[in-house]
């Protein structure tokens, strides 16, 4: 079992900035797909970013060019760098770690992000 421990979330205006982290149990981490997921009210929850094995990204439209994923395997951390923040990226960000060899997924209890306008 992998245990998954968000953090960095806020409040922030419009424009700010926020980094989250995302920290994970176990020694597998490098093996793991990891990503960014967030869910506003009344949403279904959505890929924000994704990271692979290798260190290929990619990003929801909405995100792109604004936010950047990345992963440090010596900590067991996968990072999430939030600029330009808009009231639209408020929402529950969650980390989910995909081990496609297992074919199971982790997911980390979610962080709130709210961004004022």
């Known amino acids: 079992q992998v245990q998954l421990v968000e953090s960095g979330g806020g409040l922030v205006q419009s424009g700010g900035s926020l980094r989250l982290s995302c920290a994970a149990s176990g020694s597998m981490f490098r093996l793991y797909v990891m990503g960014w997921y967030r869910q506003a009210p009344g949403k279904e929850r959505e890929l924000v970013a994704r990271i692979g094995v290798f260190g290929s990204t990619n990003y929801a439209d909405s995100v792109k060019g604004r936010f950047t994923i990345s992963r440090d395997n010596a900590k067991n951390t996968v990072y999430l760098q939030m600029n330009s923040l808009k009231p639209e990226d408020t929402a529950v960000y969650s980390c989910?770690?995909?081990?496609?060899?297992?074919?199971?997924?982790?997911w980390g209890q979610g962080t709130q992000v709210t961004i004022s306008s």
């Open positions: 989910n770690a995909n081990d496609y060899r297992a074919g199971r997924d982790y």
